[in-house]
């Protein structure tokens, strides 16, 4: 008795194949779309985090900065903070911690 992987009748055989091979289809488009929905998960999440860094820099900023500073980089830096308007803010942090440039009074 020798042992087979597959049925030794044509029809059978041939429908078993068929199905291994639908089998490893399934199987290599299921593998694919998992990665594809990490990737997609895993960049929202870095846009996700970029947010909620300037977010907490901005909140710092308008916090922790003297209001002259503030002022330099935006005419209303609390406003700005209450509209999610945080560039001005971030960039006047950064300018404290001598990261960016300094600008020229806000509305020249």
């Known amino acids: 008795m020798s042992w087979s992987l597959y049925p030794s009748e044509p029809r059978q055989r041939r429908a078993t194949i068929v199905r291994d ?9 299921l593998a694919w779309l998992g990665r594809r929905v990490y990737q997609l998960v895993d960049n929202l999440s870095v846009v996700t985090d970029s947010v909620e860094r300037r977010q907490l820099l901005a909140m710092r900023a308008a ?37 960016a440039p300094a600008v020229a009074h806000a509305g020249e």
Do not use: E, N, Q, W
């Open 21 to 29: 091979v639908l089998t490893l289809a399934a199987l290599t488009f």
């Open 63 to 99: 916090i922790s900065l003297p209001a002259d500073h503030l002022l330099k980089y935006s005419p209303d830096p609390m406003g700005d903070l209450v509209r999610g308007d945080y560039d001005a803010l971030v960039k006047a942090l950064l300018a404290d911690a001598g990261l």
